[in-house]
């Protein structure tokens, strides 16, 4: 699949704006979250930047940007409805969460909001999952990681960047379970991806036989295909960059959203140097997760590319 | 609404014979003629003239090389009888929509735009409502949608024109507003496609009803659906090519793996840094 920038800016940005709400508004709600006021209101906001920017930039993937509104219509069939939905329905509670941080409230309407908070967040991340897994014609994107990654990816690239804003506000004393709940998420991340990415090398690619049903005639070659110059199919479905680069690729990624956050949080744990450490981690996974969903798009076989001859080169 | 309907007794669509097409392209190049004209618009071209033409079709005709496999070995009472492989066959095959009864290009659609007509199994695209999110292309594993979007690498004044902006997404109607046009004679009353055919490879009709020419022709050709494990269960069917006198063409061999090169002069430039840099 051609990697449409618009769509990994959406899916990465977005999925750690909510992966940070998700831990705000967990703690919220638990009532352990170390600070308020500001504290709340400061983390809130970074997650309102993060979530709005790439929602933003999903919408420059559509060919008629203007009609956005139309997709709230079909959540009984489309992920991508629902995606839509649950995306503006954590507005609410975000805005809920941030009066109430304003008002210096900490008591019972706070940790409501802070519940309602995560639980948006998570139905949107649930939903972006899901677009993905459900499409039959991706067998990389039916791998059975595909739903988890999305979730852990955006708690740890979120979590970071709350232990980011932690780590360097004043008076916010957090202790050392969160950087290392999050040191356990980055190695659960690496194993899954790892996990993910040989499984999809594993799979057989569709064919020409097998696409045209001549396979039990003999061994089918594309011998040409319907136009000589490239079309929407083959540019979007039929996009080989990634493979040949596929191993260095998947390396940088490892040590950009695993390696570098967990050295970054042993040191921190270590030296108490975490307001050096936390941000170094949060800008690293992040650059980390862009070329991981470079690769996520790159990477992925669609079935109709088995129609085309392979490209020569 | 993307919910599918419920399934309908009329299940419009196209029968392709593989055996007798010959490759010609009138189909594709009738289909883009009457869908350029007709009610629908004109069908989205970007730099039609130019160096790089790119546009929409609703059928595209495709060329596939079949080789038979040898036939093993015989002892002769004399000799050791010859065991070359067969010379290969030639098979066209045109590709366009095939009008599925399940098929997930409705359902993923987040605006209501991909339907899938109750009263005759016709799936279309509202082109008022389509937002261009492209999913219902990633859906198909037929190729049978493509986005009305200017040539991705297009310079020429030709992107002002408003049917490559258009920005949503197009697919076969079979030609919906011929089928049931009452301006035109009876007998022309079929897709584009099947008129202009000189060999008579398609053939339209309900195949949805077992008595009609094309459910005849389907079962007994042994016509077959297109990967039916997505399970979107296709309604248009493909007939075999015929075996062939010599036998050669009815044995099974496994399908042998795809291979890909890259050629990075037709990257564009940031690309083209990108793989310079990697390939170090």
Not at chain 1, 33 to 44: C, E, K
Not at chain 1, 122 to 145: E, G, M, V
Not at chain 2, 232 to 249: A, E, F
């Amino acid at each position: 699949m051609r990697p449409a920038l618009s769509v990994i800016f959406f899916t990465v940005l977005s999925g750690a704006g909510y992966g940070l709400w998700c831990w705000l508004g967990v703690a919220l709600a638990a009532g352990v979250y170390p600070s308020a006021g500001v504290g709340v209101l400061a983390p809130l906001v970074f997650g309102f930047v993060l979530v709005t920017a790439g929602l933003l930039a999903s919408t420059s993937h559509l060919g008629r940007p203007e009609r956005a509104w139309r997709a709230l219509s079909q959540w009984r069939s489309s992920w991508l409805s629902r995606e839509g939905i649950a995306s503006l329905a954590a507005y609410l509670p975000m805005l809920a969460v941030a009066w109430l941080a304003w008002r210096g409230s900490t008591g019972g309407g706070l940790r409501v909001a802070g519940a309602l908070l995560a639980a948006c967040a998570l139905a949107t991340l649930l939903c972006t999952a899901n677009i993905y897994r459900s499409l039959k014609t991706i067998a990389a994107w039916r791998a059975r990681q595909v739903l988890p990654l999305y979730f852990v990816f955006a708690w740890l690239s979120g979590g970071l960047w709350l232990w980011a804003w932690l780590a360097l506000a004043p008076h916010a004393a957090i202790g050392e379970a969160f950087p290392l709940t999050l040191l356990a998420l980055a190695v659960i991340a690496a194993i899954t991806k790892f996990d993910y990415w040989r499984g999809i090398d594993a799979q057989p690619a569709n064919s020409a036989g097998h696409a045209t049903g001549l396979e039990t005639l003999g061994q089918v070659r594309a011998f040409e295909g319907p136009v000589t110059e490239p079309s929407y199919l083959t540019h979007e479905m039929a996009f080989v960059l990634a493979r040949r680069h596929g191993g260095r690729l998947r390396r940088i990624a490892l040590g950009l959203f695993a390696v570098l956050p967990v050295l970054a949080i042993v040191v921190a744990v270590t030296t108490g140097q975490a307001a050096w450490m936390a941000p170094i981690a949060a800008i690293a996974a992040l650059a980390g997760l862009f070329i991981e969903r470079w690769l996520f798009f790159a990477q992925a076989r669609h079935a109709v590319a088995a129609f085309f001859p392979a490209p020569q080169g | 609404m993307t919910s599918l309907p419920a399934p309908a007794k009329k299940k419009l669509g196209l029968v392709i014979d593989l055996d007798i097409c010959v490759g010609c392209h009138a189909c594709a190049v009738a289909c883009k003629a009457w869908n350029d004209g007709g009610d629908f618009g004109p069908l989205a071209d970007d730099d039609p003239y130019g160096a790089e033409p790119h546009g929409v079709w609703f059928n595209r005709v495709h060329s596939y090389e079949v080789q038979p496999p040898a036939p093993g070995p015989r002892l002769d009472l004399l000799h050791l009888e010859d065991t070359a492989a067969p010379a290969p066959q030639m098979v066209h095959f045109p590709r366009s929509c095939l009008h599925c009864e399940t098929p997930d290009c409705v359902t993923v659609c987040p605006t209501g735009a991909s339907y899938k007509r109750a009263e005759d199994g016709i799936v279309l695209v509202d082109q008022d409502k389509c937002i261009g999110c492209q999913l219902c292309a990633w859906a198909c594993p037929y190729g049978a949608r493509e986005i009305a979007l200017p040539h991705p690498k297009t310079t020429t004044s030709d992107t002002d024109r408003k049917d490559a902006k258009r920005g949503t997404m197009q697919k076969c109607t079979l030609c919906v507003d011929r089928i049931y046009n009452e301006t035109l004679d009876a007998r022309d009353r079929q897709p584009a496609c099947v008129l202009a055919c000189p060999t008579h490879a398609r053939m339209f009709g309900d195949l949805g009803d077992p008595d009609s020419d094309v459910s005849k022709v389907v079962a007994e050709r042994g016509g077959f659906a297109l990967m039916p494990e997505f399970g979107y269960q296709p309604v248009n069917r493909y007939l075999p090519p015929r075996p062939r006198r010599d036998g050669s063409s009815t044995a099974a061999t496994p399908p042998a793996p795809a291979t890909e090169t890259l050629d990075a002069n037709q990257l564009p430039p940031l690309l083209r840094w990108l793989d310079k840099a990697l390939s170090r």
